[in-house]
């Protein structure tokens, strides 16, 4: 082999391996990322227009977010998933990545939790801990459970909206609840919508979607009962339910168009539209509920 094949070889290794390193160490989940950050967008502005405390949010915003990302790197290590470490270079580079996340995630902790602040932090933590332990083992019951377990994986990830409030208004009240609350409903029918649409990719008339879709069908209508019941017990102020609507009409309006080819990624991004307006609005409609207001720039 000439030098100047070797030469040519060279950057094409270093990019694969650069290509493989980032695999191992960034999390591959795109919609978890989305089911992550929308809670936490609408907990924090909320919490913000209620207390102007921006420092704590911050802090847990940089603790969850690093504790999300740390579950990638630890599994390469671990091996328990099939994009693992295998090379010293790379359990080395791996490792390094885990523990500089973990230092953010214990550092940022320690600060929101010093001196007794913070205590309700450990209870939403349990809890978002419990849920990922069986969200863990349902998948491990199968494909016919992976369903149910994602539902309950993204009860614990919405958990981040109630406590991203609560860092910053200092309390775990009934608009903490709302927030996660609304924030799972909204993250099920997402993770429901697109498998449908993956799963029923082929499928052309509303009889044939119907077949596919039947339960997100009759899952959405019932839905609006169910909105309707917690409004009429005061369990959620009115405006909310706007912020619902634009995900209904977008489920709906699919089974009744004509066939359209599936685009994963124009899907993914179709979702991440959902999602950012559906923030926008339950932030919005919680804020103007509870008559706060974000803080002014040159407010202290």
Known sequence: MTSN??????????????????????????????????????????????????????????????LFWLRTPVESLLGTTPMKAQTAQERRGVLMVSLGLAGLTTGCLAALLWSGQNSSLLLLGGIAALLFVVRTLLMKLGRRMRMTAQMVGALGLTSTAAAAYYVSAGHLDKPALVLWGANWVFAGNQIHFVQLRIHAARAAT?????????????????????????????????LVMLAFLPGLVRGFYWFFRGHQSLQVKTLGWSEMRQGILFGILLAAALILSLGCHLPSPDSN
């Open 5 to 66: 094949s070797m030469t040519d070889i060279a950057p094409n290794i270093r990019t694969a391996q650069q290509v493989r390193i980032r695999a191992l160490v960034v999390p591959r989940e795109h919609g978890a990322w989305g089911l992550l950050l929308v809670p936490i967008f609408t907990g924090a502005v909320v919490g913000v227009a209620s207390s102007h405390k921006l420092g704590p949010v911050v802090l847990f915003t940089l603790a969850a977010l690093a």
């Open 206 to 238: 509303f009889a044939e979607k119907f077949a596919r879709g039947r339960v997100f069908f009759l899952g959405q209508i019932a839905l609006l009962p169910v909105l309707a019941a917690a409004l009429h017990w005061r369990l959620m102020p009115r």
